[in-house]
């Protein structure tokens, strides 16, 4: 899985990130705010291992046992997503915590984020499965993506980091 930044959407100031923990109820330790700022302002559907990678330069001295445990407080409080990806071990966090649906580009190994709005999915069951009550449903869309249309989020991400590099 390959992790990129993306753009800088929604970023909390210091202050504001260790108040939106407080009020979540998390002790904003000094490695639980990195690991925030990173997952949730830097970081594009980073595995625990990418995070890791990022502490390991930017914030030495965090192990690999107190990533997974923020990580997995982050997604307990409701502040980021865990996304288990079918078919192989691999699980990403996604700081996207409404609905939507994810494209795997199966090239690349990037994950976008797709809207909602973007794909109909209908659940039609057969007299058999009357009374099945869904609480919620996961899409994964898996294959290679040739170049977004232009003006979509995805280019405008693209874009940037390609400045970036």
Request: hydrophobic share 35%.
């Amino acid at each position: 899985m390959k992790s990129t930044s993306k753009p800088q959407r929604d970023c909390l100031s210091p202050q504001e990130l260790q108040a939106k923990l407080v009020a979540a109820g998390i002790q904003p330790t000094a490695q639980r705010l990195a690991i925030s700022q990173y997952v949730l302002c830097e970081a594009d559907h980073p595995t625990a291992e990418d995070v890791k990678t990022w502490a390991d330069a930017n914030f030495p001295k965090v192990s690999l046992a107190t990533v997974y445990n923020t990580l997995n407080t982050l997604v307990g409080a409701g502040l980021v997503r865990e996304v288990k990806l079918p078919h192989s071990e691999s699980v990403i966090y996604d700081a996207q915590v409404h609905e939507h649906f994810h494209f795997l580009d199966e090239k690349s190994g990037r994950v976008y984020d797709i809207p909602m709005d973007q794909l109909e999915v209908l659940t039609k069951f057969s007299k058999e499965f009357q009374g099945l009550k869904i609480s919620g449903m996961e899409v994964l869309l898996k294959g290679t993506w040739n170049g977004p249309a232009a003006g979509s989020p995805a280019v405008r991400t693209k874009q940037k980091q390609s400045q970036e590099d």
